[in-house]
């Protein structure tokens, strides 16, 4: 199993960044596939991004491309999301998920979650 807490949320003005962190405990943290979601008021969840386990394989919602990039460090269990170019439609809470084996884009195809850090974009 693998427990995920995420950090890095916060307000910021349109056109800023933010980098959002994932740290995960457990020993196996390099045989899941890690991926970011969000889900703002009323909305259902969405796709952000995910990544596998040897960082070759990296997916994005196509409304993130080109601003948002996907990383990890096995080596210090985390995942990171680092969110450029921000705009007032990605506020929202992301979540951070795990999953072993390939990535994907459903969020029901993840096993584990973090307690979502909040995103503020303001125009």
């Known amino acids: 199993q693998v427990q995920l807490v995420e950090s890095g949320g916060g307000l910021v003005q349109a056109g800023g960044s933010l980098r959002l962190s994932c740290a995960a405990s457990?020993?196996?943290?390099?045989?899941?596939?890690m991926g970011w979601f969000r889900q703002a008021p009323g909305k259902e969840r969405e796709f952000v991004a995910t990544?596998?386990?040897?960082?070759?394989?990296?997916y994005y919602a196509d409304s993130v491309k080109g601003r948002f990039t996907i990383s990890r460090d096995n080596g210090k269990n985390t995942v990171h999301l680092q969110m450029n170019s921000l705009k007032p439609e990605d506020t929202a809470v992301y979540y951070c998920?795990?999953?072993?084996?390939?990535?994907?884009?459903?969020?029901?195809?993840?096993?584990?979650w973090g307690q979502g850090t909040q995103v503020t974009v303001s125009s």
């Open positions: 998920a795990g999953r072993i084996g390939t990535p994907m884009l459903g969020g029901d195809d993840y096993n584990y």
């Open positions: 457990g020993r196996t943290f390099s045989r899941y596939a």
């Open positions: 990544i596998n386990w040897s960082s070759t394989t990296l």
